[in-house]
């Protein structure tokens, strides 16, 4: 008998307010609500709310908790400040990517400084049990899976701060860019932080799982005049997409490395030792390696997974994600493409239904929000 799927804590509101749930990584979660592209512009113009506590979340604790973090992660955390978070990736011995991941130094109110790592929802126990193979008795710490505990709630847009301010205690306009800290919201204690995956301001609270339906519903009342929506994973894919933000499972894998992946920024290889981090050095100096590009495609047939990209007639390769950008009103796509056929502008086609479609190799994102 197959799992049963695994289920939020917003799941009954989910299942009440129209969400059209599928399975995703063994969670019941909500593609949409009402269209893609009606999410997909709320947070471009005004704000969406997303569910992620499908993602996975770990807390590591103790005096050993960051120098053992860094003998798994590709980029250090024991020179992290409280209040930081890093994007890292999680390699194997031959540097191909486990999964890409956030990883938060949390100074706790108690006195208590502590790690926590979230993985995607895919990932979450492969990359338990590597934790788990990798353990290392010197090092002093615990690790404790806090996924079903907590629930996970992302506020994106450009109203997103204002409207989450009206809950959270700390000043998050105040606050940088991939920094959190625990404070109060709404009379609970929980973990607010200037992230997201939608290429749009905004931040992410995770909460006691049993307060998430008062916190969304609170979310909602308060941008409600303002056109605030729940959005399901359907626009949260073709937010990213347009922000250019690789997918584990789509451009990233266990057949990828970081620098193919244009994650250069995400391994720190000076002075270390970390799994996989000798293969990474040899890598990174290797030519004639696929890269990741994002291409253009000229008419309104967007690309999709796996299709084919050639150069004249050669097959150079394929597709990974593809979409109509609803915010730019044109087919946009990312490839991994052979290093020759690679540079901005190269001229390209690909493969749709058995008819080829002229693209164009273009910078990436996509997409970037105005500046402030």
């Known amino acids: 008998m197959a799992d049963a799927l695994k289920q939020t804590a917003l799941h009954d509101w989910h299942a009440a307010n129209g969400g059209r749930l599928v399975d995703f990584a063994g969670w019941k979660m909500p593609i949409q609500y009402t269209t893609i592209t009606a999410e997909h512009l709320a947070a471009r113009k005004a704000a969406a709310l997303f569910d992620v506590s499908h993602m996975g979340r770990f807390r590591f604790e103790g005096p050993g908790a960051g120098a053992f973090l860094d003998t798994l992660l590709t980029r250090r955390v024991t020179d992290m400040k409280a209040g930081q978070i890093r994007y890292s990736l999680v390699c194997n011995e031959q540097g191909n990517i486990l999964d890409d991941v956030l990883v938060y130094r949390v100074d706790d109110p108690a006195g208590l400084d502590y790690f926590a790592l979230v993985v995607n929802a895919s990932n979450r126990s492969k990359i338990a049990a590597w934790i788990q193979q ?36 700390a000043d998050l306009l105040a606050m940088p860019y991939y920094h959190g800290q625990i404070t109060e919201i709404g009379e609970r204690q929980g973990l607010a932080s200037r992230t997201g995956y939608t290429g749009e301001d905004g931040c992410e609270l995770v909460v006691p799982s049993e307060y998430a339906v008062e916190l969304w519903e609170h979310l909602l009342r308060e941008g409600e005049s303002e056109g605030v929506l729940p959005a399901g994973l359907g626009a949260r894919d073709t937010l990213r997409l347009e922000a250019a933000m690789p997918l584990y499972g789509h451009e990233l894998s266990e057949e990828i490395n970081p620098y193919q992946a244009g994650l250069k920024f995400a391994v720190n290889l000076k002075d270390r030792k970390f799994v996989g981090r000798d293969a990474l050095a040899q890598i990174r100096t290797a030519g004639n390696q696929p890269q990741r590009v994002g291409i253009e495609l000229v008419g309104r047939r967007a690309p999709r997974e796996g299709y084919v990209v050639y150069l004249g007639d050669e097959e150079v390769g394929y597709v990974t994600s593809g979409v109509f950008s609803p915010t730019l009103e044109k087919a946009i796509g990312m490839a991994y493409v052979a290093e020759f056929a690679s540079q901005l502008g190269t001229e390209l086609s690909v493969d749709i239904r058995g008819q080829r479609a002229l693209a164009r190799v273009v910078a990436m994102p996509f997409y970037q929000r105005p500046a402030n």
């Open 134 to 169: 990798h353990h290392d008795p010197a090092y002093d710490y615990t690790m404790a899976d806090q996924t079903e505990a907590t629930a996970m709630i992302a506020v994106q847009g450009p109203l997103a701060l204002d409207i989450a301010q009206s809950v959270v205690v």
